[in-house]
């Protein structure tokens, strides 16, 4: 009994501190100031070994490792030009880029160690680490530099020393202007869908050919469902292609979006769910082999282009370059739990219904007087926008059940007063 | 309540020159107080020149290591001076560990040092080495490399160098030596450690700046909380059907304090920072770091005696107490993983250095006997140059979290910025009103609840 009315004790601190935030900031609302000078994400990666979110963005070659319990952010400039793809495999980040590269770095120091490319080598979507994880595939568009290729190639690197192993370009001819495409590996046999329309099987090691079939579909990416034994391609019109691997033919389709499908992932925890994301803005669940939906999340008609997965949480980017996140486990339907912009040099995360945020870069918000619509200025409007900035947030908008996280222990005697109104 | 007076964690040159005897295990004080009185160091900026140092540590009787290593902490006072604008007695009184004047960045003096070592003092360094030859007819060529890394590495600089003569020049021998990869090895981890250790004192500094400014405050407000959270607890009882009567509810309430106050679960502790980089499960210290350990706290033990005789009921050396209770925290820990281990001994280490100059400048004897616990041995043992980067990486994560849970950034801006800190008072004051009418309105309750309790006829 009285460890329950201890716990009502607990609370009633904790309500009169949010009570007192409250009307601190009455009066006030909190606007961010950059946003608009967001990058578009190009590609999301989480690493759940460090609880790290890593960012590529359209407009530039930076990546950003953000970590997710603190908060702080490294980055890496190591290619010229956009990170079209991005992962992390054996605690070292690998890069494929629109530089004609893979690069591979070590996590916790960014020293670079191998540096793929060859002379003919063109953009780089899509690498795939192999089976054996001794090797990565990786998906270029050659015809950028070679005026007679007229069709992707699939190069194999070794991830030891990384020599070229071999290549193939044995994938069709192009069938429109836009390229795309992608590869996997999955029970010793090397998949590929490519803008031919094709998708064509071939030998891992050799890479020889070994069979194929016409989509006749501007086909974009594809992933694997071991459960179902399918893989689950997506083309530029909306569709979803079921491949059945044993019996080798088409299993079905469903069209899944009103525009391109963009990212195509099997849900990691659930083996007969698959998550697609589309340029019209929404991320959808779709549970096999009936393609019924189950999760439903939207945000707003932005251009996605990617998602990433932290257990419940779903990670969305885009052209607008907000971060989405999205709060899964609830079977009524999706909530937004906050939303993330990855500046040049800095972050800033809004958790949603609130004025709290979290930035390294206090000039990114800015404390706005209700009645005048105007910013407040002066020492007390400075000291209320500190208030509202709180390291806390990123990890209650990013927090799951599982993350083990010694930051929600007891803080130290003394802790600022005002400030652990959040904590 | 009195404050307690701390030890620093450096002991100048000056006061190794001045060490009347140097060389005997326990040794008299060497006072500061008569050297500021009567001090030409003060006034010469340059410091003592290098002929003229190892000419007075060859007549203090100090072996060719301690020589040497007057040598290294003759250039570091230099270095401090140069770039820090410290002189020795200000580098006593402030540490090692400088806070920046924007108390949100600390640089880590002998860090700082060995960065600029090799390119602007190690001639020097070399030269003096060459000169404690030849006082000391030594014809084998002695390893600069591994002497600074071995010097740096151990914290050796902060203590008096009298303490340092069990040490033997001939194991830094270029011929018997380790190679420099392993001797650059041991320091990285050492930096390594001594860079959280100064980012640790940053935040129990901002901790305690910021205590200092909004203390009467933050009391007000915590003793407050307190009361809010028992008018609570009560109000709950309040409402509870099966108590009938003003008496009922005082005596639940009454247990219920008594029962918080009694149950661990239930209270909240003081919980120092440090001890925020230890938790269970425990780990076994790689290679004898563990022995270490051990004997490094003996050491400490040993050096805080009066702390276990006192029988005044006043403590007379209230630093040597708080010392020993910060040594058996760290020491009684268990690690939690390959760094923490690391903490425990370099923690230790500091924790001596402070005790021994404390020691030192309070005329009390001191005992160097376990000071054979320090070398390099176990730091080149089951680490790789990954599992390093890893430690890195995790003590820069736990060091973020540490300032964050601490709010440091922000008791900064309030301790740095006058005006930012009268808001921050004003806001204080705010809240505390806002408490007490909390509180007023729960009270109201309780009693209207009572009241309605006490018009109705029992059935």
Redesign the interface.
């Known amino acids: 009994m009285?460890?329950?009315?201890?716990e009502?004790?607990?609370?009633?601190?904790a309500r009169?501190k949010a009570?007192?935030f409250d009307?601190?900031l009455e009066g006030y609302s909190v606007r961010p100031t950059k946003i608009n000078l967001n990058p578009a994400v190009r590609s999301l990666f989480y690493y759940p070994k460090?609880n790290c979110l890593l960012v590529s963005h359209i407009q530039n070659g930076r990546l950003h490792i953000i970590?997710l319990?603190?908060?702080?952010t490294r980055f890496h400039d190591q290619h010229g030009r956009t990170i079209r793809k991005v992962g992390v495999f054996r605690n070292e980040i690998i890069t494929a880029s629109w530089d004609a590269s893979v690069r591979v770095v070590?996590f916790?120091?960014l020293a670079p160690r191998l540096f793929l490319t060859d002379d003919m080598m063109g953009r780089t979507p899509f690498f795939f680490v192999s089976e054996e994880e001794n090797a990565v595939y990786v998906f270029c568009y050659d015809s950028d530099k070679d005026v007679e290729c007229l069709s992707n190639r699939i190069r194999k690197w070794s991830l030891e020393t990384g020599e070229l192993l071999g290549i193939t370009g044995d994938t069709g001819n192009h069938i429109s202007f836009l390229s795309s495409g992608s590869t996997l590996v999955h029970e010793n046999r090397l998949y590929v869908v490519s803008d031919s329309g094709y998708l064509t099987i071939h030998d891992p090691v050799s890479m020889q050919i070994i069979d194929r079939l016409f989509i006749n579909e501007n086909l974009r990416t594809f992933c694997c469902v071991p459960a179902f034994g399918l893989l689950a391609i997506a083309d530029l019109n909306g569709y979803v292609h079921l491949f059945d691997i044993r019996r080798n033919c088409l299993a079905g389709e469903n069209r899944c979006h009103f525009s391109d499908i963009s990212s195509i992932k099997a849900h990691p925890s659930k083996p007969d769910v698959i998550i697609t994301s589309s340029f019209d803005g929404t991320v959808k669940f779709w549970e096999l082999p009936d393609f019924r939906q189950t999760v439903h999340a939207d945000t707003g008609g932005q251009h996605l282009w990617t998602f990433t997965l932290k257990n419940d949480l779903l990670i969305t980017g885009g052209d607008n370059g907000d971060i989405w996140v999205f709060d899964t486990s609830d079977p009524e339907g999706c909530s937004l739990r906050g939303i993330m912009n990855v500046l040049h040099d800095s972050i800033a995360v809004r958790k949603e219904g609130s004025k709290n945020f979290y930035t390294n870069d206090i000039t990114n918000f800015e404390l706005i007087n209700d009645k005048t619509n105007q910013p407040a200025t002066g020492?007390?409007a400075?000291?209320l926008l500190?208030l509202c900035n709180s390291?806390?947030v990123i990890r209650e908008v990013f927090h799951t059940d599982s993350d083990m996280d010694?930051?929600l222990?007891?803080?130290?005697?003394?802790?600022?007063?005002?400030?652990?109104t959040f904590? | 309540m009195n404050e307690i007076k701390k030890a620093s964690d450096y002991y100048p040159v000056f006061l190794d020159l001045n060490d009347p005897d140097p060389g005997s295990e326990v040794k008299p004080l060497a006072t500061l107080n008569s050297f500021l009185a009567n001090s030409a160091a003060l006034d010469n900026p340059e410091l003592i020149n290098m002929d003229e140092l190892i000419r007075r540590g060859i007549k203090s009787n100090y072996t060719p290591f301690q020589c040497m290593v007057l040598l290294v902490k003759n250039a570091m006072e230099g270095h401090a001076f140069m770039f820090h604008g410290l002189l020795p007695a200000e580098l006593m009184e402030k540490g090692t560990i400088l806070l920046g004047n924007d108390t949100e960045t600390c640089n880590v003096l002998p860090l700082d040092f060995y960065d600029n070592f090799f390119a602007i003092y190690a001639d020097g360094i070399r030269r003096g080495m060459a000169m404690i030859a030849r006082e000391f007819n030594i014809h084998e060529e002695i390893s600069l490399d591994a002497l600074i890394c071995f010097i740096l590495g151990n914290q050796l600089q902060k203590f008096p160098v009298s303490a340092l003569d069990i040490f033997d020049h001939s194991a830094f021998f270029t011929s018997r030596n380790n190679t420099p990869r392993e001797e650059n090895f041991f320091y990285k981890i050492s930096g390594i450690v001594q860079q959280v250790i100064g980012e640790i004192f940053l935040i129990e500094t901002v901790n305690d700046l910021y205590e200092a400014k909004f203390k009467e405050m933050i009391h007000g407000i915590v003793s407050r909380e307190q009361v809010l959270a028992r008018v609570s607890a009560k109000l709950v009882m309040a409402n509870d059907p099966a108590i009938r009567t003003e008496q009922d509810l005082e005596k639940t309430y009454f247990d219920y304090i008594v029962t918080a106050a009694m149950n661990p679960e239930l209270r909240k502790g003081t919980i120092r920072v440090l001890s925020f980089l230890f938790n269970s499960p425990k780990m076994t210290p790689p290679g004898n770091l563990g022995a270490k350990i051990k004997s490094l706290y003996r050491s400490i033990s040993k050096n805080c005696r009066e702390t276990h005789t006192v029988t005044e009921q006043e403590l007379r050396h209230p630093f040597l107490d708080q010392s020993f209770m910060d040594a058996s925290l760290i020491y009684n820990d268990h690690a939690l993983n390959k760094m923490d281990p690391f903490v425990q001994y370099f923690s230790l280490i500091d924790i001596l250095a402070r005790i021994v100059n404390y020691r030192k400048t309070e005329n009390l004897p001191v005992v160097f006997s376990d000071f054979t616990a320090m070398s390099n041995d176990s730091f080149n043992q089951s680490l790789t140059d990954e599992d390093v980067q890893n430690i890195k990486t995790q003590f820069d994560k736990k060091v973020t979290g540490l300032r964050q849970v601490n709010f440091t950034e922000s008791k900064a801006k309030h301790v740095r910025d006058e005006d930012l800190g009268k808001v921050h008072h004003d806001y204080l004051q705010l809240q505390i009103d806002y408490l007490d009418e909390q509180i007023r309105e729960i009270l109201a309750k309780i009693k209207n609840i009572m009241y309605d309790k006490g018009i109705k006829p029992s059935s």
Do not use: H, M, W
């Not at chain 1, 222990?409 to 652990?420: S, V």
């Open positions: 009285s460890i329950v009315k201890y009502a004790a607990e609370q009633s601190v009169y009570g007192f009307q601190s460090e970590d319990t603190t908060g702080k070590d916790n120091s020492k007390q400075e000291y500190n390291e806390s010694f930051l222990q007891e803080p130290e005697r003394f802790c600022l007063q005002l400030k652990d904590s």
